[in-house]
């Protein structure tokens, strides 16, 4: 703790937003952001974080959490610069993602 681990994180990606705008613009994707994931209870925390080391209207975050998650539109991920999740949603949408039965589209998997 309070090494700078968080920082260093939060300045990686906003030393990269030009970068991520270029590679958005050249690809079939239509994604720019960079996947935060981390324990459900550090959550607010790297949202806390973004915000405290970052210049105002600056890095667009969004939760990708809980029941809400799912009422989120296509723009709200295309608008944004870090999105912020939990190990285990990334781990249940990719297995649904990846069944051969079902057949749920995870905007995190394009």
Request: hydrophobic letters at 35%.
């Amino acid at each position: 703790m309070g090494l700078g681990k968080s920082i260093q994180a939060i300045s990686l990606v906003a030393s990269t937003l030009n970068h991520a705008y270029q590679h958005y613009r050249q690809s079939a994707y239509n994604m720019q952001a960079t996947l935060l994931i981390c324990p459900p209870r550090l959550l607010d925390n790297w949202a806390n974080e973004i915000t405290k080391h970052s210049a105002p209207n600056t890095l667009n975050t969004l939760f990708y959490h809980g029941p809400s998650r799912h009422n989120l539109q296509p723009q709200d991920f295309f608008n944004a610069n870090i999105i912020i999740t939990s190990y285990g949603i990334v781990s249940s949408e990719y297995k649904a993602h990846h069944s051969i039965t079902n057949n749920k589209f995870s905007p995190l998997f394009y």
